[in-house]
């Protein structure tokens, strides 16, 4: 299966009084990441699922991801904290092209469990805001192989 790992575009910035769940996309991160789509577009990737977390930001990037999606995106609570056994069989349940569209760090821990093994080293792996990790393989704690690490200025830049 390919598995796209998606970071939520950028944000309205966390503070206090803020709920860190209920924080939207900026005007500029909209706009960043429609020419990241475009992107997307132009090299002909296309999901046949999107999995999110239920967090606004995570929920408008995978809203803003339908050029590229087959159907709505697909909310779940598993993208909110680190990466368990339940995430991996939810991934796991299609082998159609998936993305998974969420926040840092627990989107390097999944990447790194899926990749080595093990969660310990998501930090190595970095996904900027509107970037993507793609991973290809068998969704099992190291089952698949990183393909690419894709910052959101080069997709902009294909758009």
Known sequence: M??????HAVAETAGPGVEDAARELTEDGKAKLRRAVRGLRALDIRFDRILTSPWK????????LAPVAAGPPITTDLLTQSPRAELLALIAERSDPTAVVG???WLGELASWLAFGDTRHGEALIIKKSGMLWLEG??????????????????????
Do not use: K, S
Request: glycine fraction near 8%.
């Open 103 to 105: 926040h840092e760090p």
């Open 2 to 7: 390919q598995l796209w790992m998606i970071r």
């Open 57 to 64: 930001r995570a929920v408008q990037t995978a809203r803003q």
């Open 138 to 159: 068998t969704a099992v704690p190291g089952g698949m192989q990183l393909r690419a690490a894709i910052p959101p200025r080069l997709l902009r830049a294909i758009g």
